[in-house]
């Protein structure tokens, strides 16, 4: 069965989307732990972080550094943390999030976000893609 993130690739269910390419996407989380909280996530459905073909695994890295730097550039954060969990969904993905401080990147604080503030943040985001 495909995962909720590969319904959201095929156009099956709504996605913020803010980086796509023949390999991987990049949507807004629904449940952000702070505004700009970034899931990359292959196209192929990969379970396991380290079971990704390696060529993949650099480009997603690749693509996470820059997104990374669009949104230091939006948030005016210190850091863009960058974590792979993969309890929740079965389909390898990556959280980027801006974060000031190290209790920014507790998951217990994530919390459902309405699509007008996604959209929002979105935006903000490929606007600063652009700028490169």
């Not at 390696?54 to 550039?73: D, G, P, T, Y």
């Not at 990147?105 to 919390?111: L, M, R, S, T, V």
């Not at 985001?125 to 490169?132: F, K, P």
């Amino acid at each position: 069965m495909a995962s909720i993130f590969s319904k959201i690739i095929a156009g099956e269910l709504p996605g913020h989307f803010v980086w796509q390419d023949d390999d991987c996407v990049a949507i807004m989380t629904i449940q952000p732990i702070k505004p700009g909280h970034i899931l990359v996530i292959p196209k192929e459905e990969i379970d396991h972080w380290d079971d990704l073909p390696e060529a993949l695994s650099a480009h997603l890295l690749a693509v996470s550094r820059k997104l990374a730097k669009a949104q230091k550039r939006v948030y005016q954060c210190r850091r863009v943390s960058l974590q792979i969990v993969g309890l929740e969904v079965p389909h390898t993905h990556l959280h980027l999030v801006p974060i000031d401080e190290m209790r920014d990147i507790d998951f217990a604080g994530a919390e459902m976000a309405d699509a007008a503030s996604l959209a929002a943040e979105a935006e903000k985001i490929r606007e600063a893609l652009a700028a490169d």
